[in-house]
């Protein structure tokens, strides 16, 4: 695939393609045809049946896309000059349709610009993935399996070929990196389309990865982190490989994560460096503290940890954060102030996400439940949540179906921007996942207990 940013012309475009962002975050879109995408009906927007996309009931279901033209971008592919634009979407009588996660972003913000304690929230996405030559899988009343194969050392075709060991791979140069032009690819791609990019590396596991992006303002960042993830995965397809962004993808390796570095600014200048505890400032620290507070109860982790797999990263033993715990350094900390950066650089780490996330609606009960942090004046130190001590570290709920009853009891602080139907909506979708996952047998619970 090849992406450019759009100049602004309609000239030589074959078909404008229309993206809309179902309530799991994936990208769906609807592609016009250049001689009907005229410019009034791009201001009217198109309808379609929002039921389809998880938001609403099939009786109340007719919504309007209106595509945004500040995101757009221009693919060319197969021949065809294709203009994608990322949309708003609307309810029939013109109203922003308040649980669209592009809706739930601005109104995130929004609150953040009313409160006065800053006007942006920037923020860096970290974006870890799995990479496989081969990927099958399949769930019946009578079995139930997962097969994964890559070139770096996974799978039985590779088991006599040279491999990287388990949690040997970071940084890793090629010949034993085997992705470097899926990486190389992929991030060209990105920046071609405007998506600012910092770095690209191999990760700890064996076709384990890593492109970290720049900072940018909340209110693109979504989508931002949409395109890249789908310019990633087409740009794997057209080398025969696959991409995952599962959390834990195999037993015994690493997990990927969906770290995000964050910090509020007002006057253009970020309010988080200072002079206290690791060179935050007070408004820094409480912010900290609001993110822990509400992922302690489950209720921020139901966003940024929203399905089952996740629950299989999240376990003692590896990077992953298992913890409340606010550190400097420490990549086992759920919050991590990185330790290069200089005292008026000091921004923080969210670790514990990860990429099944809604990335809008993670970033968005972010923003909230730091706002709250601040508005509550919490202090992360006299909440013991950056105790040295492991035994008095607190723990996170350690399953979906106890971070949604986190959700349940502990919503309150999300109310600006989370309309009370969503809340219900996404814990009731996610609950009938928890229950397909959880209600089926696995082939370790064979190993324990056939005989």
């Known amino acids: 695939m090849k992406l450019a940013e759009w100049n602004g012309e309609f000239a030589g475009i074959d078909f404008v393609s229309l993206i809309v962002i179902d309530i799991d975050g994936r990208m769906r879109a609807v592609s016009l045809p250049s001689s009907y995408a005229s410019r009034t009906v791009l201001e009217k927007g198109i309808g379609f049946d929002a039921s389809n996309f998880g938001y609403a009931k099939v009786h109340a279901s007719d919504m309007v896309a209106v ?32 649980q669209y996660p592009r809706s739930v972003v601005r109104a995130a913000l929004e609150a953040l610009r009313a409160s006065g304690i800053g006007d942006d929230m920037k923020v860096l996405v970290e974006l870890e993935f799995y990479v496989f030559e081969d990927v099958r899988y399949s769930t019946t009343m009578h079995h139930s399996y997962y097969f994964v194969e890559s070139s770096e050392g996974v799978g039985d075709e590779y088991r006599d070929t040279p491999r990287i060991f388990p949690a040997q791979g970071y940084h890793r140069m090629a010949p034993e990196d085997r992705y470097q032009l899926l990486r190389n690819r992929a991030v060209k791609t990105m920046v071609d389309a405007g998506i600012p990019v910092k770095y690209h590396h191999h990760e700890v596991g064996a076709a384990q990865l890593e492109i970290e992006l720049d900072f940018v303002s909340i209110e693109r960042a979504g989508d931002t982190v949409s395109l890249a993830k789908w310019i990633l995965r087409n740009e794997a397809e057209d080398l025969g490989l696959k991409v995952t962004f599962m959390p834990k993808p195999m037993y015994g390796v690493a997990g990927s994560g969906m ?56 376990v003692p033993g590896y990077e992953a954060p298992v913890s409340a715990t606010l550190a400097q350094g420490s990549r086992a900390a759920a919050i991590r102030v990185p330790g290069y950066l200089g005292k008026g650089e000091t921004r923080i780490e969210f670790r514990t996400g990860d990429a099944t996330a809604n990335i809008y609606y993670f970033l968005a009960a972010m923003l909230l439940a730091g706002l709250d942090g601040i508005r509550r ?70 190993e324990l207990y056939f005989d």
Not at 379 to 405: C, I, Q, R, W, Y
């Open 67 to 98: 595509p945004d033209l500040d995101t757009a971008f221009v693919e060319e592919k197969d021949g065809f000059t294709i203009l994608h634009a990322f949309c708003d979407v609307r309810t029939t009588d013109g109203a922003p349709f308040a």
């Open 377 to 446: 004046g919490l202090d992360p130190v006299s909440l013991g949540f950056t105790a040295d001590n492991p035994a008095e570290e607190k723990t996170f709920p350690m399953g979906l179906f106890h971070v949604l009853d986190g959700l349940r009891n502990d919503n309150t602080y999300l109310a600006p921007a989370f309309p009370r139907e969503l809340l219900d909506v996404w814990a009731a979708r996610k609950s009938k996942e928890a229950s397909y996952v959880y209600n089926a047998p696995v082939p370790q619970e064979y």
């Open 259 to 314: 770290h995000v570095h964050q910090f509020i600014t007002r006057d253009g200048s970020s309010i988080f460096p200072g002079s206290m505890t690791y060179n935050l400032s007070r408004e820094g620290l409480a912010y900290a503290a609001g993110l822990l507070d509400h992922a302690l109860t489950g209720s921020l982790l139901a966003f940024s940890n929203p399905s089952t797999n996740s629950y299989r990263r999240l």
